[in-house]
């Protein structure tokens, strides 16, 4: 009998749909080999069903699924359902069709090992081919073995043929663009990447040896891959060393993980997997994408954005659901219910094992904290469920070493750090060596300091504030220990308006000049045993610059120069003496400047008294002029005052003495001030 022969057209409604495949359907043309080899797996399954259901009579046999090279082809060979020349012309030349969606309706009992569509997925292999051929033989008893090959166009050839088994092999002519896909390197690295976890046994080549100085081929099948991979087994199954081995697996050059979760769900949605809490480092971007997400054991993607909560993406390990389809778009995952739910899930289970070990074991908990801290911080900012669960085990750690609960802290500061308004005052360091003075005054007085060194921390303090009523935080070198937690009002300064103006510039004009930094010396009567001079920084500019070194739409705020506030303290005798030596030293060449300063002050309070009443265009030019007059006059009379003080303060010590002991406590006298300051020390000790 003569060999039949068909030639036709494959049923597209695009006229030519393989430069859309070439182009679009795809991003990666790499993704070709874990369609085929999907395909190969789920024709296996199909026969495996089949003999499960006594559909299929005859021996099962070696269902390995093999992959070679040959004269510039690649072949993937299985002995799986095969197909017949009809189901060729359904399944691949009527391409809107699916061969795995009718096999599921049918055996949808028994067909949960069924991967993906034999499809489009089958025309993937046109990204890398000049042609493509099929020689299959169906499973049915009495079957014909067919021949099916097309180049690269809607035109197709199907012929009879002669095959010896049951099964299919695709055979890949690969084009000249493409030949990197016969190299061994590539096909074992992309089976390491696509396949290492399929259900059944994959053979690329054979084992080697070491023999005579080389490696050489051994009779015995190189396997890729795990065919029972740990996700799929029952908890019950496996002991730690399991989850460990398998996470080496995983991630080889890794620290051994804090712990995990092993998921197992099959309603309303199927999920499986093993999430693990690595030991994570300060760095987030470094530690994202390393959940992989296979669908029954398929590997789909390693970016699993959208489908699980932007902060478990610092989570580690696999997941694997069918309910996510192979080829998807962000859009789809973002609107599909399944995915929804199978976040929200994951997030609760999360929630749950974080909560279960902080109940169970504190002790191992707080030991996990350092390594935790980041991910459930960053957990609590981006999902508001999550904060809620978490509330409930978030540790804060003061400068001792003590982790408290949110609710455990609070009652322990409340009673001795609660300001005037009722607010209950934070005090923390972000820094404990750097602000140690700042830390010792606080705990002087009674007060708790907590370490906020986080990469998170400003963001997590400021949600804590929003959260907690009458909560606020306060760095603890922000302000004076008076003016930390004020109780009452601050005691009265007791200078006149020369001496303030006229310390104010003996120590201002001794301050550093600092790239993008600014200087303010204001007053405070904190007591002679305090600190004569202190640098404090605001908490909200410094916050804000903080916080946006990590938001882009903050970034004026990090244009912004640091601000700091130099403290004199008035009560300490040292301050007194640099006042009362000035007034020795200055007063005699003051005295008559300031004497005018006076005169010309009160004729410019009048002036704009006059002034005040008219509109601009009512006043006239000698007004104008007298305004200007004034004030040029009295900015001579000050710069000349500025600069007796000035000269003053230049062979004051003392005065720099203070500052550079200032600036040394807040770690900003560096390089050569350091070493003039440590000189200056010594001379005044000698």
């Known amino acids: ?46 026969l495996k069903t089949l003999a499960s259901v006594g559909e299929f009579k005859g021996e099962l046999g070696d269902l390995t699924i093999r992959i070679r090279t040959e004269k510039g082809k690649l072949i993937i060979s299985d002995r799986g359902v095969g197909m017949t020349a009809d189901e060729i012309d359904r399944y691949i030349n009527q391409i809107a069709f699916s061969g795995a969606e009718e096999f599921v309706k049918k055996y949808k009992d028994n067909a949960a090992a069924i991967i993906g569509h034999f499809g489009l997925g089958f025309y993937s292999s046109f990204m890398v081919s000049k042609k493509v051929e099929i020689v299959t033989r169906s499973y049915q008893e009495g079957a014909t073995a067919v021949r099916w090959s097309c180049e690269g166009t809607p035109e197709y050839e199907m012929t009879e043929t002669k095959k010896d088994d049951r099964g299919t092999d695709i055979i890949l002519h690969i084009d000249d663009d493409n030949k990197d896909f016969l190299e061994k390197d590539k096909i074992t690295s992309l089976l390491e990447k696509y396949c290492r976890y399929l259900p059944i046994p994959i053979a690329f080549g054979k084992k080697q040896e070491w023999k005579d100085g080389k490696y050489v081929d051994t009779d015995e099948d190189n396997i890729v891959n795990n065919t029972h991979p740990a996700w799929v087994r029952k908890p019950s199954e496996l002991k730690d060393e399991d989850y460990k081995a398998f996470y080496r697996e995983l991630y080889p050059m890794a620290d051994e993980p804090l712990f995990w979760i092993h998921l197992n769900v099959d309603y309303p949605f199927n999920l499986t997997g ?23 054991q398929v590997f789909v993607t390693d970016s699993v954005e959208g489908i699980v909560p932007e902060f478990l993406t610092l989570l580690h390990g696999v997941l694997d659901s069918p309910d996510i389809p192979l080829n998807v778009s962000r859009s789809y995952l973002q609107s599909d219910q399944n995915v929804k739910k199978i976040s929200a899930h994951i997030t609760k289970k999360v929630a749950d094992r974080l909560e279960e070990i902080f109940k169970n074991d504190r002790k191992a908990f707080e030991e996990k904290w350092d390594s935790l801290k980041l991910f459930i911080q960053y957990g609590m900012l981006s999902d508001e469920k999550f904060y809620d669960r978490a509330a409930k085990f978030a540790l804060l750690k003061d400068v001792d070493g003590t982790y408290y609960t949110l609710e455990e802290y609070r009652k322990l500061i409340a009673s001795e750090q609660t300001d005037k308004e009722g607010n209950v005052i934070y005090l923390y360091t972000t820094n404990p060596d750097e602000q140690y003075s700042y830390i010792q005054a606080a705990k002087d007085r009674g007060y708790n300091v907590l370490v906020m060194d986080g990469q998170l921390d400003v963001h997590a303090i400021g949600q804590l504030e929003q959260k907690i009523e009458k909560t606020r935080f306060v760095r603890v070198d922000s302000d004076t220990i008076d003016r930390l937690i004020l109780k009452a009002d601050a005691p009265t300064v007791s200078l006149t308006d020369d001496q303030r103006q006229a310390l104010q510039q003996v120590f201002r004009s001794r301050l550093p000049k600092m790239d993008k930094t600014d200087f303010v010396v204001t007053f405070e009567a904190l007591g002679p045993s305090a600190n004569p001079v202190m640098l404090t920084q605001g908490e909200f500019m410094r916050r804000m610059r903080e916080m946006s070194a990590m938001q882009p739409g903050m970034s004026f705020y990090g244009e912004m120069p640091e601000s700091y506030n130099l403290v ?108 003039r300051f440590i000189r200056r020390s010594v001379e005044l000790i000698g």
């Open 274 to 296: 093993i999430l693990y809490f690595p030991r994570i480092k300060s760095n987030m971007d470094l530690q994202r994408n390393k959940i992989r997400l296979y669908s029954n």
């Open 1 to 46: 009998m003569a060999k039949q022969e068909t030639k036709g057209n494959i049923g597209v409604t695009s006229e030519n749909i393989f430069p859309v495949i070439k182009k679009f359907l795809y991003s990666d043309h790499e993704i070709f080999l874990r369609e085929l080899v999907s395909n190969a797996i789920d024709a296996t399954q199909k």
């Open 568 to 675: 004199l303290n008035t009560d300490h005798p040292l301050i007194l003496s640099v006042l009362s030596d000035e007034e020795k030293a200055c007063t005699d060449k003051l005295q008559p400047i300031l004497s005018d300063i006076k005169g010309w002050e009160a004729r410019q309070h009048d002036l704009r008294e006059a002034q005040s009443k008219k509109k601009e265009d009512e006043l006239t030019e000698a007004e104008k002029e007298d305004m200007t007059n004034t004030n040029r006059t009295l900015d001579e009379l000050c710069g000349r005052r500025d600069a007796i003080l000035t000269e003053y303060a230049a062979g004051n010590k003392v005065v720099g003495q203070l500052i550079d002991l200032a600036l040394l406590a807040n770690g900003l006298l560096k390089g050569e001030p350091l070493s």
